[in-house]
């Protein structure tokens, strides 16, 4: 709105904004509209890349004037907003996933074809924005589809990373990260809006000063910057709706260019506005350990303080009574990355807008609810005194006090017990004095989930036990779930086809349906055309890997994929090992390869750049593959392929043509599992632990489409307690044996013997994830799967199962879960 202007008088400046027409004429007009004019090219003279950014450009188009309407009717019915912070949102392509939205795929298609172009040659180009490490961002994207396509007002806040997640290489088999320009070729799906940029300050001091009587206290920054939102459409599925995922820049402030100016200073001046520009500069890859790094923490402050102050000062009305900000918002806490917005929101609410202080923490105690994602004591972000005290004293001073009045509480309730005193204590002492963010999150907000039903008990029992005595309401369960949309009507269009021509349209939002498919398992027809649907998928994904990496994949092979980020825990090695263990079989002569049931064996899986375990495991992947691949005595009956960068555009191939999904880290230390649920819902078989959402997955799926094996959490526990030591599990095992010393012999590594030395003693002398204490389970596991596997049609039976079974895990089904134990809020239609 521009105040200074006169009120318009044309007849088009009121009327509503008009979409372009649903039609291929409609479509071609507005996308050589966009061409000529946005691109600035001709038909004739533009390129493909041209025509990309325009086709995104006309899709946006489409979207538009819901977008602005949406908005609008927000903020007229003051409904109760989902603020979801997350520092990482892991969106895959946009092109079909808007166009699907919008019911104009075969509209684009024709329109485009009549322009004399292929849309497959375009969609090829879209650079996926990769701003997240794996399943925590790939869930937050998940969940902003959800809410759209449920109509329930949401704003996804988060920082728009110039560089997200690094593109992985490999040379000689081992990992080689290269930056990520996704935004090089530019960014037809974003807006920026330099208009409602936020100044976000750091540094500085705190000082007290007297408020007509009251002592008040004030922080006086010593830097700052611009933080400029980048808005995304988030449509929902075919009914209309627009919401809209905010992402915030970096950018100097005005005061960095005075300063160097004054100082006459020009590279000076050059050089600060890199400072601040930094901060959005690259995403951290480390998915598990936090690296307690300066800029990390600058990240996290920059992005939550934008988006609370967005909301507060531009979402809500100028005169807006902030007591009862828990009517119009919810921040949800994606993990700890945006737990600074507690003290933040205090902070606004006390120093800002002159509250007192009880009332700013019982309004805060209501905005916030903190989701866990991890189990690893290891991955539980503190961040040191010093430095937290140094970029953010006000913060500190209010966490202090937070954590004074709730140890006095602690007290209260349990008496002076020191030990359990220091346990809760959201300042840590030891080995340096830091804040426990979840401790924070905890003590802050209303609500406290996890992310599968056994991690939440875990979590009540373990993790967090202590608070949970003291706060048993505050703990809650939302399972994780998928989008449909996503990961089956974008990567499976065959498989959707086949469902909806059995149980209709309505399914892709109503995922609970598919149970429908029940009684279709035991039709012959229904299966054979089920198995046809997963054999073209492996022949589409043999399209794409040849293409991409010059990779074959045999649709006569079982499909045996393990993709997900390489941590120690998720126990890629363990697979290994049984690749291993098959081929030592075959090259030893003890079996015959004509005996050894056909194998694929799909990786996809990036190391976070300083975790030099996880990157010898990857090496070891590749070594391995190169060995069994070339050695004619195999017979090609076992393939080994490792397409590098894997990524969300890569699982929506892979996982459609999988027969076995693998899901095998120790019980006790994967959170949910995301892509579990994906392999189910397109019809693979799981052989997994009993860890994560895959406990939640066998209930439903039933013990007979499902391959159980290795020590549930409490056989872990008692492992562990009685003194694990793998070397007797060694001994235990011949197969086992065979396998390691394979890998010591240099057998995959031109006979040098230290190259994987480091990884077999780490097994055999430390082996903190007990790969070998489930080797002989998961061996024993993997001879079922063969057993199943010869037999086709009750394989493909069991497939449909799963499928039919596996409704519950649609990411809808998660945000009904959040609505009705979390947030509270009603859609708005
Ligand atoms: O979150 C994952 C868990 O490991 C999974 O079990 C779970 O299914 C998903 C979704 O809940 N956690 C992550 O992906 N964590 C990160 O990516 C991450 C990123 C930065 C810092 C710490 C963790």
Redesign the pocket.
């Known amino acids: 709105v521009n105040p200074g202007a006169a009120r318009p008088t044309h007849p088009l400046a009121l009327a509503p904004v008009v979409s372009p027409p649903s039609s291929v004429d409609g479509f071609v007009k507005q996308f050589l509209t966009n061409l000529n004019f946005d691109q600035g090219v001709s038909l004739s003279e533009s390129d493909a890349n041209d025509q990309y950014l325009a086709l995104a450009g006309t899709v946006r188009d489409y979207l538009m004037a819901r977008w602005l309407e949406d908005q609008a009717r927000q903020n007229e019915q003051q409904s109760k907003t989902v603020c979801y912070l997350s520092a990482?949102y892991l969106l895959g392509r946009q092109l079909d996933n808007n166009l699907l939205a919008a019911r104009l795929t075969d509209i684009a298609t024709d329109a485009l074809a009549q322009c004399g172009i292929d849309i497959n040659d375009l969609r090829e180009l879209e650079v996926e924005p990769g701003l997240g490490?794996?399943?925590?961002?790939r869930?937050a994207a998940c969940f902003i589809d959800s809410l759209a396509t449920m109509s329930v007002p949401n704003i996804g806040y988060g920082i728009r990373y110039e560089y997200g997640i690094f593109r992985q290489t490999f040379v000689d088999g081992e990992q080689v990260e290269q930056p990520d320009a996704w935004l090089r070729m530019g960014s037809p799906w974003d807006f920026p809006h330099p208009e409602a940029a936020q100044t976000i300050s750091f540094g500085g001091r705190t000082e007290t000063y007297d408020d007509n009587g009251t002592e008040r206290t004030r922080w006086i920054p010593d830097w700052s910057v611009l933080a400029v939102p980048y808005n995304m459409m988030v449509p929902g599925y075919h009914n209309g709706r627009v919401n809209t995922l905010r992402l915030w820049r970096a950018v100097a402030t005005n005061a960095f260019d005075l300063r160097i100016f004054n100082s006459g200073d020009y590279e000076e001046s050059v050089r600060a506005q890199t400072f601040a520009e930094n901060i959005s500069k690259v995403l951290y890859p480390?998915?598990?350990t936090?690296q307690g790094k300066e800029l990390r923490l600058q990240q996290q402050y920059f992005f939550v303080s934008a988006s609370i102050r967005d909301f507060i000062d531009t979402v809500l009305p100028a005169d807006y009574d902030l007591t009862k900000l828990p009517d119009r918002v919810i921040f949800q806490l994606n993990?700890t990355?945006p737990v600074i917005g507690v003290p933040e929101l205090m902070r606004v609410l006390i120093d800002e807008k002159g509250m007192e202080w009880d009332d700013a923490w019982a309004i805060t105690q209501q905005c916030f609810a903190y989701t866990c994602?991890?189990l690893l004591p290891e991955?539980l972000e503190v961040w040191p005194v010093d430095l937290l005290g140094r970029l953010l004293p006000r913060h500190l001073e209010i966490i202090y006090r937070i954590n004074e009045e709730f140890l006095e509480e602690v007290r209260e309730r349990f008496g002076d017990d020191m030990l359990r005193i220091r346990n809760m204590s959201i300042i840590g002492e030891h080995p340096y004095r830091s804040v426990r963010m979840a401790y924070l999150a905890t003590v802050a907000g209303a609500k406290v989930n996890g992310?599968a039903e056994l991690h939440s008990q875990l979590l009540r029992d373990k993790v967090l036990h202590d608070f949970a005595e003291m706060y048993p309401d505050k703990f809650t369960n939302v399972t994780?779930g998928i989008t449909p949309r996503r990961f089956i009507r974008l990567a499976n269009p065959s498989l959707a086809e086949l469902i909806t021509e059995a149980l209709g349209a309505g399914w892709t939002i109503d995922l609970e349906r598919l149970r429908g498919l029940e009684a279709l398992a035991e039709d012959p027809e229904f299966r054979e055309r089920f198995g046809a649907v997963k054999a073209a998928n492996k022949r589409r994904l043999n399209e794409v890997l040849f293409q991409r990496d010059g990779v074959h994949v045999d649709e006569t092979h079982m499909l045996d994929v393990m993709v997900k980020r390489l941590h120690e825990y998720k126990r890629q090695m363990l697979k290994v090992l049984h690749i291993v263990t098959l081929y030592d079989g075959i090259a030893s002569g003890r079996v015959a390869a004509a005996d050894v049931t056909p194998r694929t064996f799909i990786f996809g899986a990036k190391a976070a750049p300083g975790y030099a375990m996880a990157k010898r495991i990857i090496h070891l992947i590749n070594a391995v593959g190169s060995v069994v691949n070339n050695d004619p005595r195999v017979e090609g009956r076992l393939k080994v392929i490792f397409p590098p960068n894997y990524n969300v555009t890569l699982a929506e191939k892979v996982i459609p043509a999988a027969d076995l999904s693998e899901q095998i880290s120790l019980a006790g230390k994967?959170?949910?599992?995301?892509g579990n649920m994906k392999f189910a819902l397109n019809g693979a078989l799981t052989i997994g632990t009993d860890d994560?959402a895959n406990v939640e997955i066998r209930q439903l799926v039933g013990d007979d489409n499902f391959f159980l094996f290795g020590m549930t959490e409490p056989e872990v526990e008692v492992l562990w307690a009685q003194g694990y030591t793998p070397a007797d599990f060694y001994q235990a095992h011949a197969g086992l044996r065979g396998a390691l010393d394979l890998i010591s012999s240099g057998a995959f590594s031109e006979g040098d013997r230290s190259v994987f030395e480091p990884v077999v003693s780490n097994l055999l002398y430390d082996d903190r994830f007990m790969v070998l204490a489930d080797y002989a389970s998961y061996i024993a596991a993997q001879e079922r799967v063969d057993a199943a596997y010869a037999d086709q049609d009750a394989w493909t039976k069991s497939a449909i199962l799963n499928v039919a079974r596996s409704g519950f895990f649609s990411s809808d089904r998660s945000m009904r879960d959040y609505i009705d134990r979390i947030w509270h809020t009603p859609p708005v239609l």
């Open positions: 990482e490490n794996g399943g925590l961002g869930l480390e998915d598990s936090p993990d990355h994602h991890t991955a992310v994780n994967e959170a949910s599992g995301t994560g």
